[in-house]
């Protein structure tokens, strides 16, 4: 059985246009941006250390970093960066809790590198209700 070249040649096209319709590529999302800032009491505007900022802890001068966290995702062209919604906690002992809340619809597509500053947050110390 013989096939024509013209039939060969229209399949070769359509496997070519096949691939390139349902082509996929892994690409890098952001799942949080790099995140820096300092943690000061409110009354006395002095740095809070050992704070709990995510999974660090501030260091003497109230600094905190939380590094940027990436992710693989297989998409398809044309298809939009997904949001990117990040919300951190923010605790220590003896103070009222905080966090640190970001949202970006196209956030995800972030390039490597992102980076928000918190600048500086204060805590308000917690209220000790002792009832007996």
């Known amino acids: 059985m013989k096939i024509s070249y013209s039939k060969k040649y229209c399949t070769i096209v359509f496997v070519i246009a096949i691939a390139f319709t349902f082509q996929s590529c892994l690409v890098s999302r952001c799942k949080r941006p790099q995140i820096v800032g ?7 505007r002095m740095p809070i250390e050992n704070c ?3 999974e660090n802890l501030t260091d003497a001068k109230g600094y905190f970093e939380l590094k940027e966290l990436r992710y693989s995702q297989f998409t398809f062209v ?7 919604m990040v919300n951190e906690l923010i605790s220590k002992e003896g103070y009222e809790k905080k966090s640190i809340a970001l ?4 956030g995800g597509g ?3 590198g992102a980076l928000h500053n918190a600048d500086t947050i204060f805590l308000k110390k917690a209220i000790i209700t002792d009832y007996k």
Do not use: C, H, Q, W
Not at 38 to 44: F, G, Q, R
Not at 78 to 84: C, D, K, Q, S
Not at 103 to 106: A, E, G, L, S, V
């Open 38 to 44: 300092y943690i000061y009491d409110s009354i006395t």
């Open 52 to 54: 709990k900022v995510g």
């Open 78 to 84: 044309g298809y939009e960066a997904p949001p990117l």
């Open 103 to 106: 949202f970006n619809p196209f």
């Open 110 to 112: 972030n390039r490597k």
